[in-house]
């Protein structure tokens, strides 16, 4: 056996085509490219604010965690095609010694997170406009939604971005027991439409009216016959949030924090559910609502429902607080299958942070750290189109980010540039060739009807 290094041009990602072609029918790196300000001579830039973009949105969907990473993807020529580089082999540098990287060293991508704390710094001249990203993103995640949905379900959550240094706006967290940022994420099944970072020292609610009300409002123009319901867990039960939904006409779903009062009229209830676990046995449930109100933060009051859950030995109350109606949603219809639901946006949470690094936020400054969780975002954004047009029918329609890229996206190929073309070659014991061309035809046959 005899192995050596003359292989020639080869990349790991041959994946990356699919993602270049998704890209490309949604419009995605080309339209965030419009977030970043580029105060750049254009007679000296040899990477556009969209190829450094691509660059950065298409290694992290392909598990290029660090920056650092680029120093040895920038020869991948693979990427430089997906990217858009006229010469993939980055022969056509002005140096001599950046002959044979046809992509921006990690320095140069670090400037697009990094920019925003260095304003008027001459050499952080391209940056983000922070406020303009969360608005695309809002727009493209709405765009994913059909214009005839008659109900759209916007999912809240609070979560911990643990913190490994002294990151501006660093602070301790009880729960979490570590220090950490608090970001505010906001879903529509799995389409993030909001990403807003805040310091651990915050209320989960903190920020959450006014991250809505533009969800809200582009949603409505988006669907103006849905009926839209916030759903989130009980750290966001507080009056403002819901007398805000109530004066708009919004529904809401959201658990609530148990307390004595509460467990008190749920008693009977618990206590039928003890009698039915006694009869047969193991594990029992039983719902009731009543109307309560808080004895000082409450305004009005408001519909409960309460679980009655027995489980073996134990007992497991629950309560949850709506303004959709009995016509709408019956008690354990409610609970079950609108409330428990939002696991699925938890589910997408862990997508993103861990398969997507949402939670690496290394930067030290907070408004750096913002922009990264949001390029985290517009990945998953990515990842989540690529799952619902290009794998709809097939064995990894509902894979994760993680599975989806050692499955479909982590393909070997030989690249061949020459003067009129580059021909890739992909592996020929590749063992999903045939799903790679399902999701080929399919990206093909929605960009014609789309």
Known sequence: MVADFSGGFL???GGVLLLRQVDRSIGLTRGLARCFSDGRDQRFVEHSAEQLVAQRIYGLVLGYEDLNDHADLRRDPLLAVAADKVDP???DRRLDTDKGRALAAPATLQRLESAVDHPGSRY???GACVEKMHTYLLEA???TLSKGA????LDLDATDSRLHGHQEGRFFHGYYGDY?????LIYIGSVAVGARLRPANKDAADGAVAALEPIVAAVRRRCPRARIIIRADSGFCREELMGWCEDRHISYCLGLARNGRLQEALQPTMTRARECAALWGGHTRQFTEFSYRTLQTWSRSRRVIGKAEILGDKDNPRFVVTNLSQEDYA?????EDLYCARGQMENAIKENQLDLFGERLSCAGFAANQVRLLLASFAHLLVERLRAIGLQGTELAQATAGTIRLK????AAIVEVSVRRVRVRLASACPRQDLFAVVHRHLLAWVDTG
């Open 331 to 335: 008690p354990q219809t409610l609970y």
């Open 124 to 126: 952080h001249k391209i």
């Open 89 to 91: 082999l980055g022969m």
């Open 11 to 13: 990349s790991s990602d």
């Open 150 to 153: 008659k109900e759209v379900i």
């Open 408 to 411: 479909l996206l982590k393909i």
């Open 180 to 184: 950490c940022y608090l970001p505010l």
């Open 141 to 143: 995640g709405v765009r």
